[in-house]
């Protein structure tokens, strides 16, 4: 089945830094892939979408400054964190289309863990 | 999109059937049903997904009535590491384009197997 890769799984950061997180699918092209937050004991919530070759479309609320998206292959996304801090400690997860499939089945990478000091 | 109503939680023993329910009174004539698991710390992994009647593959059976307006996720003799959140999703499918074809997720049931 097709695999979605996230790197890193956890990184921990000093509070004003910034971190990238790559997502990867491994064993498709996915012209479109998702970008989700999860906080603990709450559910994923969609933060944007990320096209390749275009600019992402964010969810109302998610600042685009702060989160950059950059879809530069049919393999690879790239989430930004920009100047960190506590509150955007969570659980960062994405998640790919392939083409031909419905979009309710969506493959989701392992989720990457991020902790701002 | 419809809406879907899940259990928070639920509890069972190793080697019991186990069965979700899932309402989704609004479902539309297009919409397909789907579920999927979470581990934690893990991203979702999708389960089935069926329009009626009954699908059944190697981890689970989905169970559909004829109107549609609920469905039930079967997990046959569960083990402890079935214990995961378990999301209901409604949808017809298709893609429009932009942020609309991201997944809603409820807040999902809560299954505890115990030994």
């Known amino acids: 089945g097709a695999v979605v890769s996230q790197h890193p799984s956890w990184v921990i950061c000093k509070s004003g830094t910034s971190v990238k997180i790559e997502c990867r699918s491994l064993?498709?092209?996915?012209?479109?892939m998702f970008w989700y937050r999860q906080f603990p004991k709450q559910s994923l919530m969609l933060m944007a979408t990320s096209n390749e070759g275009s600019k992402a479309t964010y969810e109302q609320g998610v600042e685009k400054d702060k989160f950059l998206i950059n879809h530069a292959s049919l393999t690879l996304s790239t989430l930004t964190v920009t100047s960190a801090h506590p509150e955007d400690s969570s659980f960062y997860i994405c998640?790919?289309?392939?083409?031909?499939?419905?979009?309710?089945?969506?493959?989701f990478g392992p989720g990457t863990r991020l902790l701002v000091l | 999109l419809a809406k879907t109503t899940q259990p928070i939680s639920m509890d069972s023993y190793e080697g019991q059937e186990v069965n979700i329910t899932c309402s989704h009174n609004?479902?539309?004539?297009?919409?397909?049903i789907t579920w999927y698991q979470q581990f934690p710390s893990q991203g979702p992994r999708f389960i089935i997904q069926?329009?009626?009647t009954k699908v059944t593959n190697e981890v689970a059976s989905l169970f559909i009535p004829a109107d549609r307006k609920s469905s039930t996720l079967s997990l046959p003799r569960v083990s402890l590491s079935d214990t995961a959140v378990y999301y209901c999703?409604?949808?017809?499918?298709?893609?429009?384009?932009?942020?609309?074809?991201?997944?809603?997720f409820g807040k999902g049931t809560h299954l505890i197997i115990q030994p």
């Open positions: 069926g329009y009626k």
């Open positions: 998640s790919a289309r392939d083409q031909g499939q419905a979009k309710e089945t969506q493959y």
């Open positions: 999703l409604v949808g017809d499918g298709a893609y429009s384009g932009g942020g609309a074809d991201g997944l809603t």
């Open positions: 609004n479902i539309a004539t297009n919409d397909y």
């Open positions: 064993d498709f092209q996915a012209t479109t």
